[in-house]
């Protein structure tokens, strides 16, 4: 066993000098057809990211994919748009997971790579993730940078009518991906007798993730593979799993496996229909990886809504586990930053660096099973290798003013903590994708961390 590491908390360095207006912590996100997810500013994103990526006197190429809202059809146009307005040729990929993006733009060497999703948000709601040449997401400071064009006069940036970018559908990518999915699973290994429920969410992997694990010899029930635009996320996928786990018991299935919208996160669920969550799945994969020589770095990364149970279980095992702050671009920085291998969150986003730069529900999903067919066990017996401690998770709707800037509330999440005595953590935040507080209590107790939660909630309600 290796030495004991000391876990540590990351340092995320983020730009201080100008206020974000449209980026969070994922991209831009809002409501469809409301600022910011308007057709007008799509069109600036894309004159913006352009120019901010036109580096040379090749021709500059950016890839575009979606998920299956029905806004999707009014972001891609206006997207498009923008980009063949600053002599950028666009490759448009159709519906496909996160993910595929992030590798599709380093494969087919593209300058920059976007994605139209609000990821687990209901369909009403639409995002824009951007992507660098390198297959990773942007940096704050490259936001913010591209976020200052947007709210400049980009008239300048305009090309010639000689020098206008083209468009064109790439009409192989999804094969493109399955076989790059299906590549990341052990070559000696199949999925020949095991029954697997998949929840898609009725989103962007709806036809891709039933084909990777047929291909791969499972017999798939499938869930959540019939989209209209409308019902995305509805009642399925990762943020509602009961009709996986319902199905699971059901059909007698070995385990399910629930995507959100655009795949980028995965939950899964035992043969007896109970969760493993993100926190699960990265201590089954962490000590398995220590085990076969496969693990690198300092230990894992995530972030601070991982359980606590979670940073002892590895500490036992001689296995750091790092702290960033919430969202999968961080656990990434922090990823480069320790030279570690595996990181991600207890939602679901799970990043391998061996295979991917970003959260990838299929690939995650595969490596689960490839350590639960390896050590011959069911999951419920592999699949939970820690008890979590209790965990109280609690948002409070944002209506007016920033609440964390009121000195009551700070010395109520200081008076809190102190309560817990060393035994349990609080740790509240600004959602980045909706606007909403989040409050995360954990402790030893958890009718304590429960009342502490409500007191907190109260007093984030009145600020």
Known sequence: M????????????????????????????????????????????????????????????VVIAKDTRLSGYLLEPALTAGF?????????????????????????????????SASHNPYEDNGIKL???????????????????????????????DKLGRA?????????????????????????????????????????????LRELGA??????????????????????PEAMCAKVREVGADLGIALDGDADRVLIC??????????????????????????RGAGIVATQMSNLALEQYLQAKGI?????????????????????????EQSGHIIMRDYTTTGDGLIAALQVLAVMLTRGEKLSICGRPFTPMPQILKNVLLTGSDPLAEQKVQAAIAAAQARLNGSGR?????????????????????????QEAEQLCKIIEAA
């Open 2 to 61: 290796r030495a004991m590491c000391r876990p540590r908390r990351i340092r995320i360095r983020k730009h201080k000098t100008m206020t974000r207006t449209y980026f969070g912590t994922d991209g831009i996100r809002g409501q469809a057809n409301s600022e910011p997810m308007t057709a007008e500013v799509a069109l600036k994103v894309g004159m913006a990211a352009g120019l901010q990526f036109k580096n040379g006197g090749h021709r500059h190429q």
């Open 84 to 116: 063949i307005s600053v002599g950028m040729d666009v490759l448009l990929l159709g519906p496909l997971p996160t993910p595929a993006v992030a590798m599709l733009t380093r494969s087919m060497r593209a300058d920059l790579g976007v994605m139209i």
């Open 131 to 161: 992507f660098g040449p390198d297959g990773g997401k942007l940096s704050d400071e490259v936001e913010q940078e591209i976020e200052a064009r947007i709210k400049q006069d980009i008239s300048a940036g305009r090309v010639a009518p």
């Open 168 to 212: 064109r559908r790439i009409d192989d990518a999804r094969g493109r991906y399955i076989e790059f999915v299906k590549q990341s699973f052990p070559r000696q290994l199949r999925l020949d007798g095991l029954t697997i429920v998949m929840d898609c969410a009725n989103g962007a992997a709806y036809h891709i993730g039933p084909v990777v």
């Open 219 to 240: 017999k798939v029930v499938a869930l959540g593979v019939e989209p209209d635009g409308f019902n995305i996320n509805r009642d399925c996928g990762s943020t509602r």
């Open 270 to 295: 035992d043969e007896h229909g109970e969760m493993i969550d993100g926190d699960q799945m990265l201590a089954l994969l962490a000590v398995h990886w220590q085990e076969t020589g496969q693990l």
């Open 320 to 344: 750091a586990l790092h702290r960033a702050a919430v969202g999968d671009r961080y656990v990434l920085e922090g990823m480069r930053e320790q030279g570690c291998n595996l990181g991600g």
């Open 426 to 450: 609080v740790y509240v935040r600004k959602s980045g994708t909706e606007p909403r507080v989040r409050v995360m209590v954990e402790g030893e107790s958890r009718d304590a961390i429960e």
